[in-house]
């Protein structure tokens, strides 16, 4: 069975930073892109980053220059660190994961495999 559980999520004061993290477990992690989405309150679900097991990333313009991700293949963990946060950055976030390439899941983000349940990140003005 195929998991994928977020945690970092909190409340942060406009300007600051948050680091999540997911942890997958059920999947040869390898063959996976892992990615981050969110969604606010009201709002479609939205892309954020991807990133393949080679290290190849996307990242949606809404948050370039303000967020880094990142993988541990050995630990089947990855991570999202952002900065310079805003009060629309506030949303749930989730780890999602499908098998494939980093342009898949820019072209198609309906596409995700496995989805974890999120995490909430509310950043205060």
């Known amino acids: 069975q195929v998991q994928l559980v977020e945690s970092g999520g909190g409340l942060v004061q406009a300007g600051g930073s948050l680091r999540l993290s997911c942890a997958a477990s059920?999947?040869?992690?390898?063959?996976?892109?892992m990615g981050w989405f969110r969604q606010a309150p009201g709002k479609e679900r939205e892309f954020v980053a991807a990133?393949?097991?080679?290290?190849?990333?996307g990242q949606a313009d809404s948050m370039k220059g303000r967020l880094t991700i990142s993988r541990d293949n050995a630990k089947n963990t990855v991570a999202l660190q952002m900065g310079s946060l805003k009060p629309e950055d506030t949303a749930v976030y989730y780890c999602?994961?499908?098998?494939?390439?980093?342009?898949?899941?820019?072209?198609?983000?309906?596409?995700?495999?496995?989805w974890g349940k999120g995490t909430l990140v509310t950043v205060s003005s």
């Open positions: 999602a994961a499908r098998q494939g390439s980093v342009p898949q899941v820019l072209n198609n983000n309906n596409g995700m495999t496995y």
């Open positions: 059920g999947l040869v992690f390898s063959n996976y892109v």
């Open positions: 990133i393949s097991w080679s290290g190849g990333r």
